[in-house]
């Protein structure tokens, strides 16, 4: 069965740094696509940052390209999301996600349980 339990959130200040990260659990992800998504209150959920678990090619949101950089550790089967330059509409509930990087879908992937960031202004 396969887990992916993130961490890192927190009450931060605007123009604070943060790091997430994801353990992945139950399996190897070298043939997915991790990514990275939010959601603040009332909103929909939103992708924020993505790569392929080879470390090739990544995707950011235009709100967070320059902010946010999303790296993995194959050793210790975790994907990270580092913020900096922090803003308050980066509050949200943060999901990790994988998918198959070949015909596979997020809605039809794995999901993380969500780490809450607060960021105050």
């Known amino acids: 069965q396969v887990q992916l339990v993130e961490s890192g959130g927190g009450l931060v200040q605007a123009g604070d740094s943060l790091r997430l990260s994801c353990v992945v659990s139950?399996?190897?992800?070298?043939?997915?696509?991790m990514g990275w998504f939010r959601q603040a209150p009332g909103k929909e959920r939103t992708s924020v940052a993505g790569?392929?678990?080879?470390?090739?090619?990544?995707d950011y949101a235009g709100s967070v390209k320059g902010r946010f950089t999303v790296s993995r550790d194959n050793v210790k089967n975790t994907v990270y999301l580092q913020m900096s330059s922090l803003k308050p509409e980066d509050t949200a509930v943060y999901y990790c996600?994988?998918?198959?990087?070949?015909?596979?879908?997020?809605?039809?992937?794995?999901w993380g349980q969500g780490t809450q960031v607060t960021v105050s202004s």
């Open positions: 139950g399996r190897t992800l070298s043939n997915y696509y």
């Open positions: 790569m392929n678990w080879s470390g090739i090619g990544t």
């Open positions: 996600a994988a998918r198959r990087a070949v015909g596979g879908t997020f809605p039809n992937g794995y």
